[in-house]
C-alpha cells in the first residue's frame, strides 16, 4: 500500500521517495488536443489576460507586485489544466517597471504556458512575446521549470532573453529536477527569488496556494505515486443519486452539468462501474467545453455489460475496459473489435486500477461511479476530494441509490470528515465561478445557504 495523502489542502507533499520521471504518455490521450492552441508556438494567449483580473501590479520589487504576478503566473499555467499531463502546468509572467511614466506598476509584458506534452515551453513563449522588453525585467514562474526535453529551454529562454530576477513560487517536486534550473539560473548571475525561502510574507501566501492548487494532482502524484482522485456525483436532497428504479437523468441543472463538463476536461480519465453503464449509458465526454477529452474507464468484474453503448463509441474518446482475468472472453473479444482497449486484472480492485491509470502516466482521475464503486474507491483511500452536486429535489424510495454504499462503519464517530470544504451555488443563466479548494488545512463542516438551482459542496479528506 502507498503511503495515505496529506488532508487535502495541506502543506505541499513533500515527497515521500524518489519519484521516477515523467511517463510516456499513450498517444490516444493527447488526440484530442484542439489545435487551435496547440499548433501555434508562438500563441499569444490573449484570454488568459482577459481571465487574470489584475492587469497592473503594484510597486516593482515590492512584495505586493510579487505576490500579484505570480498569482498570475499560476492563473496562466491553468488555462492548459488537463492538457499537460504527464507534465506540470507551467505559467510565465515576464514584468517590467514603467520607466517612462510615473507610475510605480510593473508592466506584463510577456506571458507563456505550457500548452501540452511536445509544446514550447512558457518561458519561450513569454520571452518570445517580451522580445527586447524582457531585457532587465523579470520572470513570475508558479513552477520552477523540468528540462522534459534535455536541451534547457526553459533557462536558456530566460538568460538569451535578458532577464534580471525570477521569482519561483515552488520548487520542482521531482526529486531529480528539484533546485536544477534555479541553481542553473543563479550561476547564470540571475538573481532567482523562491517563496518560502527568499520571500517570506503573508503577501505570498495566497500566491503560494494558487500555485499549488494549479498542480495539485502532479503534486500528489509525485508525493504518493497515485493519481489525484476527485469522486462526482449529483443527489437529490433526499440523498439519492437515482430513482428506485435506476432512472437518474437528470438530478442536477444545466449549469451543474456544466460544471462536470469542465471537471472532466481537467482530468486524464473518467471511471465508472458497470451499474453505471446498464443504466445511465453515459458517454462521458466533456462536450461544451473546449479542451481535453479524458479516457473513459469501466471497471467491471463479471463483463456483464451491454452489447451496445456509447462508451464502446471510440470516436468520442478512447475507452478502456478493466475486468477480472478470464472474464467473457468472447465480449472481451467483441468490444476489442469496436477499438475498446480491454485490460484484465488478477484482483479487480480501485487501488489496483489506480496504480495502473499511474503506470500510464495519468495525473488526475474523476470517478464518476455509483454507490458501490465509490464506497470500495474511498476504503482503499484513493480518493481525495469529492464534489457532491445537490439538487433542491426529493425523489423518496427505499431502495434508491445513495452516492456512497456500505463503508462498514456503524458509528457516527467514525463518520469521514471532509475538509477545506467550500459551497458554490449555481442557478440556472448565473455562471459563478468556482473557488475551489484552498491549502491549508480547514476542519470542515457546516451547511450551505442553497437555493434554487442547487449547489456543489467540495471537500477533500484525510486517507
Ligand atoms: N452532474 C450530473 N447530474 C445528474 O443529474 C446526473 N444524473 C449525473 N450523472 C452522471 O453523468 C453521467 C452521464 O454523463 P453523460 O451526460 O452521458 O456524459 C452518468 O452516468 C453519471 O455518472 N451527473
Not at 517597471?97 to 512558457?122: I, K, N
Not at 529562454?157 to 534580471?164: E, F, N, P, T
Not at 484513493?382 to 439538487?391: D, P, T
Request: proline share 6%; with cysteine.
Amino acid at each position: 500500500m502507498s503511503p495515505s495523502p496529506p488532508l487535502l489542502g495541506g502543506a505541499a507533499p513533500a515527497p515521500a521517495r524518489a519519484a521516477p520521471s515523467f511517463l510516456p504518455i499513450p498517444i490516444h490521450t493527447r488526440r484530442r488536443v484542439p489545435t487551435t492552441r496547440a499548433a501555434a508556438p508562438s500563441f499569444f494567449p490573449i484570454h488568459a489576460r482577459r481571465r487574470v483580473s489584475t492587469t497592473r501590479a503594484a510597486a516593482s520589487h515590492s512584495h505586493a507586485n510579487d505576490a500579484i504576478l505570480l498569482r498570475r503566473a499560476a492563473d496562466v499555467a491553468d488555462l492548459s489544466a488537463g492538457l499537460t499531463s504527464p507534465h506540470p502546468n507551467f505559467g510565465c509572467v515576464i514584468a517590467r517597471p514603467q520607466l517612462d511614466t510615473d507610475s510605480a506598476d510593473s508592466r506584463v509584458v510577456g506571458e507563456g504556458f505550457l500548452y501540452a506534452q511536445g509544446t514550447p515551453c512558457a518561458e519561450l513563449l513569454a520571452a518570445q512575446e517580451a522580445g527586447e522588453q524582457a531585457r532587465g525585467a523579470t520572470a513570475y514562474l508558479n513552477l520552477e521549470p523540468g528540462d522534459c526535453y534535455a536541451d534547457g529551454t526553459a533557462v536558456g529562454s530566460l538568460v538569451q532573453a535578458g532577464i534580471a530576477r525570477v521569482v519561483v513560487g515552488l520548487r520542482h517536486p521531482l526529486k531529480h529536477l528539484r533546485g536544477k534550473a534555479i541553481q542553473a539560473l543563479r550561476s547564470e548571475g540571475i538573481q532567482v527569488d523562491v517563496v518560502g525561502e527568499d520571500l517570506q510574507s503573508k503577501l505570498f501566501k495566497e500566491a503560494l496556494k494558487s500555485c499549488l492548487i494549479v498542480n495539485a494532482p502532479l503534486l500528489y502524484r509525485a508525493a504518493f505515486h497515485v493519481p489525484y482522485s476527485v469522486l462526482k456525483y449529483a443527489m437529490t436532497a433526499d440523498g439519492k443519486i437515482a430513482a428506485s428504479s435506476g432512472h437518474a437523468s437528470w438530478i442536477s441543472g444545466k449549469a451543474s452539468r456544466g460544471r462536470v463538463f469542465e471537471l472532466r476536461g481537467r482530468s486524464d480519465a473518467v471511471i465508472v462501474g458497470g451499474n453505471t453503464v446498464r443504466f445511465d449509458d453515459p458517454r462521458l465526454t466533456a462536450r461544451h467545453v473546449k479542451g481535453h477529452v479524458p479516457v473513459r474507464i469501466v471497471m467491471s468484474q463479471s463483463l456483464n455489460l451491454p452489447e451496445e453503448a456509447n462508451l464502446w463509441n471510440v470516436n468520442d474518446a478512447y475507452t478502456i475496459v478493466a475486468t477480472q482475468r478470464g472474464a467473457r472472453r468472447d465480449f472481451q473479444k467483441k468490444l476489442a473489435m469496436k477499438g475498446v482497449e480491454v485490460v484484465e486484472f488478477d484482483m479487480l480492485n480501485p487501488r489496483g486500477v489506480m496504480s495502473y491509470c499511474y503506470d500510464r502516466g495519468y495525473l488526475s482521475v474523476l470517478w464518476e461511479c455509483g454507490g458501490t464503486l465509490a464506497a470500495s474507491a474511498i476504503s482503499a483511500s484513493v480518493i481525495h476530494k469529492i464534489y457532491a452536486f445537490w439538487a433542491p429535489k426529493i425523489i423518496g424510495g427505499l431502495n434508491a441509490p445513495t452516492p456512497v454504499g456500505e463503508l462498514g462503519l456503524s458509528q457516527m464517530t467514525q463518520a469521514i470528515n471532509l475538509m477545506d470544504v467550500s459551497y458554490e451555488q449555481r442557478v440556472a443563466g448565473a455562471e459563478a465561478g468556482c473557488e475551489d479548494i484552498a491549502p491549508g488545512v480547514i476542519a470542515g463542516g457546516g451547511s450551505a445557504e442553497l437555493g434554487e438551482g442547487g449547489a456543489v459542496i467540495v471537500g477533500g479528506r484525510g486517507l
